[in-house]
């Protein structure tokens, strides 16, 4: 079965600092597509960052980058020089080769002032 | 202008009761997708339509039926609600069914079951 691991629950980091978001993931495929979703209390689901497998570089979106090991199956988010509206929750998800996207449990980011 | 909207934002009823909760999305998209997101803020796929065609449909309950009346729409009704249906339901959209394409979710629906 294809599952998606984020082992931090919660995470708090004081404003302007560079958190790591860690998620693993487990499958037998070789061609697949990663994310990062944002969560903010008001609810919306937000894309932050997209991976696609057979491209070795990371991606990487403003503040946001991820290191992608792949024979790890590994796909964590960095975010540099955190914001007080980076609060949210992060959802690491992957998507098969039937287009469903698995989604892991998320990780609680707190910024503090 | 909102991309995907769903209607009603907060949905409280009694045990047993029928409800439908709304989705429309003004991108164009030919994929519409439904989400459950439990207490535990797990979010799981339900059903994905493409162009008026159910291409995913996990395990769910039967009392789950989406109806897809046209492209830019993916409603969801659930009968015979239950306790275990409190969640927050996230419609979503992509331009197609295929994987380089981003999904682009709408603001959720918190439904309670009493």
């Known amino acids: 079965a294809q599952t998606v691991t984020q082992s931090q629950p919660e995470m708090s980091v004081q404003e302007a600092e560079t958190v790591t978001l860690s998620c693993t993931y487990d499958?037998?495929?070789?061609?697949?597509?990663l994310f990062w979703y944002k969560q903010p209390p008001s609810r919306q689901m937000i894309l932050v960052i997209r991976?696609?497998?057979?491209?070795?570089q990371n991606a990487t979106e403003n503040r946001f980058s991820v290191n992608f090991q792949k024979a790890a199956k590994s796909f964590s988010l960095k975010i540099s020089d955190s914001q007080l509206g980076d609060t949210a929750m992060y959802f690491c998800?992957?998507?098969?080769?039937?287009?469903?996207?698995?989604f892991g449990k998320g990780t609680r980011l707190h910024i503090l002032p | 202008d909102t991309a995907v909207s769903q209607t009603p934002k907060y949905l409280v009823t009694q045990m047993g009761n029928d409800k439908s909760i709304k989705c429309e999305q003004n991108?164009?998209?030919?994929?519409m997708y439904w989400y459950k997101q439990d207490s535990k803020k797990f979010l799981k796929i339900m059903f994905s339509?493409?162009?008026?065609?159910?291409?995913i449909n996990e395990t769910v309950p039967n009392r789950f039926s989406p109806k897809s009346p046209d492209k830019a729409h993916l409603n969801l009704h659930i009968n015979s609600l239950e306790l275990g249906d409190s969640a927050v339901y996230f419609c979503?959209?992509?331009?197609?069914?295929?994987?380089?394409?981003?999904?682009?979710f709408g603001p959720g629906t918190r439904l309670t079951v009493l």
């Open positions: 499958t037998s495929e070789s061609n697949y597509y």
């Open positions: 991108l164009g998209h030919d994929t």
């Open positions: 998800a992957f998507m098969n080769r039937d287009d469903k996207i698995i």
């Open positions: 979503a959209s992509s331009p197609r069914r295929h994987r380089t394409d981003t999904q682009y």
């Open positions: 339509y493409n162009n008026k065609e159910l291409i």
């Open positions: 991976q696609e497998a057979y491209k070795q």
